[in-house]
């Protein structure tokens, strides 16, 4: 087999392979598109054959390469040793013969016009000869202004003898207008964000909207948005064709990776990967990455580490050129791509080190909670869905400084703080009741197993809590599914049956009749604030108050102990 021509060379014979190889002593004018000579010879040399024939021309009219495909398909090479600046072309051509029947033209196939925008030729040209004729079609990438439209240009040429244009100047003309026409802001995090949803799915915007958000507080810039309404394809999720319009699309928005707003199965992953240079991620991944950047304490980092081990872990494939694109994820911290690329057996003893480690740290914290018990002050902790505004409220109850941001999972690591709430009415007598405020990390829809695990830490202080202050975001539409999504978690962790005080916040950017609304839809005790405003806070420590100095609430006796403690001062 021939070392310089490559693709389906199998079953062809010596004479056959010279053939083909001595397309290689061919060379163009700096100027030519090509030379009727060399489009002669291409058709020729893949009638005799029954195969496609191709070469890749430089800039300077050298023939780089020859490959031959089968007669439907051309299999090109790796161009990665052909520089491709950034905006700019490969300065190569692809030549090579149309097969069809057609007598009269020559066709390019969709998939050349695929590997035009994917590799980003300077053109590609279709021959084909007729007696004395050499017919050819030539397509080249052109700026648009939409990245809608596909930006290709064809044209054809009935007769190649008679064609003088000056090709090297047309591409370097074109060339430039595509460099200027390139946005000017940077796209280093630019994504694509794709979501494949069943005929069955609910509200797939919403969770798009979702999508987005998690994005942006990963740091990465939204570029555009691509929403299916399939059965999700066991083998791409998203089916073979549409998977090649998503990386065009990606081409054309000049984006680096594509976020699913779903979980990719291992072999997904895989066979994605091995389709395009783009870094891929999936939702569970981007969370992940969030986490990573966000965790501070030594246990959340290695809560965080342990889950992404755990995490791609099955994706780990010796032979997979996605491989190296499997990093901590958009560049947070993490694990990495050295991390996860030092094999299957190193990484299960890197996981098995950091359970022992994250194993010692939970008996530490057990060792400070029953510590902590031996002093009767009640626990409150603070959940909800993230981006409800928890660490807003936590530092107004505490004073604290806890990072509160309009961003998903702004806090990820336990905070605690005491405050003392006001005696209530019936109990004037007391002094005022200490608590301990705890702040934990938000839940959000389809959270990944591998993040409940990672983040045991924050949620094991749920069991401690005297009272559970779930605080609902009442100015997202969604809020209903998103107090049903943490409700569902509570009992899923064996706690819906605990205290509960529901807190509607952002009260303040919704009308009065929403909020009157949702207060008489839910059972149990609840009140409408806005942290951001400080309105309803005292109405909500009077009610907590309320709440833990009732007899027939459920409150443990520790907490009624230090209630009469305090009365007797």
Known sequence: MSEKVSGNLRGLAPSQLRKVERLYARSLDREELVSPALAREVYETALELGRRVGVLVSREGKVEEVVVGTK???????????????GRLRRLRLVFSDLSKDPENAHIPSDIFTDLEKLR??????????????????????????DEVPPVAVEEIPDLYRYSDDFRSLIEALEEQLVDSRPLHSRRDGALLVGVYGRGAQNPSDSMAELRELARTAGV???????????????????KGKLEEVVLRCLRLEAEMIIFDSELKPSQWRVITNSTDLKVLDRSMLILDIFAQRASSSDGRLQVELAQLKYNLPRLVEKDVGLSRLTGGIGGRGPGETKLEIGRRRIRDRIADLERKIDQLGRQRELRRKRRKSVPIPLIAILGYTNAGKSTLFNLLTAGEVLAEDKLFATLDPTQGRTVLPPPAEHPELFGIPVVI???????????????????????????????LHLVDISNPRWRDQFASVQKVLQEMELADRITVVAFNKTDAVPAEVVHEALHTLEGPSVAMSALKREGIAELKLLMAEILTNPGDGVEVSTRAILKSNATK
């Not at 300077?122 to 939409?146: G, Q, W, Y």
């Not at 993040?451 to 009272?467: D, P, S």
Request: charged share 25%.
């Open 72 to 86: 439907e398909i051309l299999y090109l090479p790796d161009l990665g040793r052909f520089r491709l600046g950034r």
């Open 121 to 146: 030729f300077d053109a590609v040209v279709s021959v084909k000869t007729r007696e004395n004729r050499v017919f050819a079609s030539f397509a080249h990438l052109v700026p648009v202004s939409s």
């Open 221 to 239: 810039e939204v570029v555009g948005e691509i929403i299916q309404r399939r059965e999700p394809d066991p083998r791409t999720l998203l089916g």
């Open 438 to 468: 705890t702040d934990t990390v938000g839940f959000i829809q389809d959270l990944p197993n591998e993040l409940k695990n990672a983040f045991r830490a924050t949620l094991e202080e749920l069991y401690q809590a005297t009272v559970l």
